[in-house]
């Protein structure tokens, strides 16, 4: 009964910003590690960054130092701040826990940059 609900995509320049958030519900989120995946139009959904229940973090390379995944155990959420953003990143990005629980996957959110 997992549940992700992820909000504040939108459009931007090349070198802007975006702030993305996920409301998770349905299973301890405290226990698990939580994940920013994306797809782009024609490609596979590929997994962006991941948060571990402790804190600990892992980027892909094409995202390193540009994006960072943050939780928030008590409201139960997860954040992912971009900066930097290229066309490249354009993709509808989902949340979800690390392993991804394959029957949850939300309706993501769309972030498109463009000049």
């Known amino acids: 009964q997992a549940q992700f609900v992820e909000s504040g995509g939108g459009s931007v320049q090349p070198g802007g910003s975006l702030r993305l958030s996920c409301a998770a519900s349905?299973?301890?989120?405290?226990?698990?590690?939580m994940s920013w995946y994306r797809q782009a139009p024609g490609k596979e959904r590929e997994l962006v960054t991941f948060?571990?229940?402790?804190?600990?973090?892992y980027s892909a390379d094409s995202v390193k130092g540009r994006f960072t995944i943050s939780r928030d155990n008590a409201k139960s959420t997860v954040s992912l701040q971009m900066n930097s953003l290229k066309p490249e990143d354009t993709a509808v990005y989902y949340c979800?826990?690390?392993?991804?629980?394959?029957?949850?996957w939300g309706q993501g959110t769309q972030v498109t940059v463009s000049s």
């Open positions: 349905g299973f301890d989120f405290r226990l698990y590690a």
């Open positions: 948060i571990r229940s402790g804190g600990t973090t």
């Open positions: 979800n826990r690390n392993p991804p629980n394959r029957a949850a």
